[in-house]
């Protein structure tokens, strides 16, 4: 059986997490607490809410890597060690499947 590309995966928010923009800024807040998830709001970085926004059944990982790289005119390396931090965080607390 081939492997899987892992950027090639495409990632789907929870419907159980919502997000929204308060002064600029963007928060991520879970309407149901689980032991991954025990804060109330998650606030995002610049670049944590652009990757969040791209995050949605159609964007492979390899094209939010793109995104990001052309957006802040950041190098391959960054990009990609930031970006798969950022979706293994975001996988952990169970806010995209």
Same mark, same amino acid.
């Given at each position: ?6 950027? $090639?995966? &495409?990632?789907?928010?929870?419907? #159980? &997490? ?9 928060? *991520?807040?879970?309407? !149901?607490?689980? /032991?991954? #998830?025990? !804060? ?5 970085? =610049? ?6 926004? *791209? &995050? #949605?059944? =159609? ?6 890597? /793109?995104?990001? $790289?052309?957006?802040?005119? &950041?190098? #391959?390396?960054?990009? /990609? ?5 950022? *979706? ?5 607390? /169970?806010?995209?499947?």
């Amino acid at each position: 059986m081939a492997k899987i590309d892992a950027f $090639e995966k &495409i990632y789907k928010k929870d419907e #159980n &997490i919502i997000s929204r923009n308060i002064a600029g800024k963007t928060v *991520l807040i879970p309407i !149901q607490k689980t /032991k991954e #998830n025990h !804060q109330d709001i998650y606030h995002l970085n =610049e670049v944590s809410s652009f990757i969040w926004e *791209l &995050i #949605n059944n =159609e964007n492979s990982v390899w094209d939010l890597l /793109k995104r990001v $790289e052309n957006e802040f005119s &950041i190098d #391959n390396k960054t990009a /990609k060690i930031d970006l798969v931090d950022f *979706l293994n965080d975001l996988e952990s607390l /169970k806010f995209i499947k």
